[in-house]
T-cell receptor, first 116, second 113 residues
Framework: KAGVTQTPRYLIKTRGQQVTLSCSPI?????VSWYQQTPGQGLQFLFE???????NKGNFPGRFSGRQFSNSRSEMNVSTLELGDSALYLC???????????????FGPGTRLTVL | GESVGLHLPTLSVQEGDNSIINCAYS??????FIWYKQESGKGPQFIID?????DKRQGQRVTVLLNKTVKHLSLQIAATQPGDSAVYFC????????????FGAGTRLFVKA
């Protein structure tokens, strides 16, 4: 079974631009969560989607948004990029939403975003 | 590979020794805890989990201990191998109205051959 895939793997943008990252979950998984990982803040939860609906959101500004499609693929968008948005963005999928049952989240390799 | 964290607590052990990685969690209402391993250039990988109604759970070469009184979690790795070198995160599920997985800062494990 193929794992979680994220595209692109690496991205370089400049301040003020916007970016869209993509995540394809494991086949059959309907929950997708996004995380930001930085050396200073560690892994921080961005949001979770299940059946095309956002179930939960972390403490990030409105510049960070996401969506999920009917095939469970998810995208996240960051508008008006700032230097501090440079990070590894990780996507994780699971069968059911976190909180519904105790089920394992499978992480993708991440997208490394660098904002210049 | 990519750096997960440049200023993480570090544990250095000799190959074959046992490793113990500790974690303090924040929310006394959390009832599900997970340990993840993250190797350079990869996303976190599930190692073992434990629910709050247990205080110990064993897997293959790994054991997780939970002390709810002091909100402490530990991961024990038996006969540590060079392939165990990675950053280890504990995570707790908490949050009203649905779970948010909150990750600890991580510990970098170096295994000396």
């Amino acid at each position: 079974k193929a794992g979680v895939t994220q595209t692109p793997r690496y991205l370089i943008k400049t301040r003020g631009q916007q970016v869209t990252l993509s995540c394809s979950p494991i086949s059959g998984h309907r929950s997708v969560s996004w995380y930001q990982q930085t050396p200073g803040q560690g892994l921080q939860f961005l949001f979770e989607y299940f059946s095309e609906t956002q179930r939960n959101k972390g403490n990030f500004p409105g510049r960070f948004s996401g969506r999920q499609f009917s095939n469970s693929r998810s995208e996240m968008n960051v508008s008006t990029l700032e230097l501090g948005d440079s990070a590894l963005y990780l996507c994780a999928s699971s069968l059911t939403p976190t909180g519904v049952s105790y089920n394992e989240q499978f992480f993708g390799p991440g997208t490394r975003l660098t904002v210049l | 590979g990519e750096s997960v964290g440049l200023h993480l607590p570090t544990l250095s052990v000799q190959e074959g020794d046992n490793s113990i990685i500790n974690c303090a969690y924040s929310n006394s209402a959390s009832d599900y805890f997970i340990w993840y391993k993250q190797e350079s250039g990869k996303g976190p990988q599930f190692i073992i989990d434990i629910r709050s109604n247990m205080d110990k759970r064993q897997g293959q070469r790994v054991t997780v201990l939970l002390n709810k009184t002091v909100k402490h979690l530990s991961l024990q790795i038996a006969a540590t191998q060079p392939g165990d070198s990675a950053v280890y995160f504990c995570a707790e599920n908490s949050g009203p109205g649905g779970f948010k997985t909150i990750f600890g800062a991580g510990t970098r494990l170096f295994v000396k051959a």
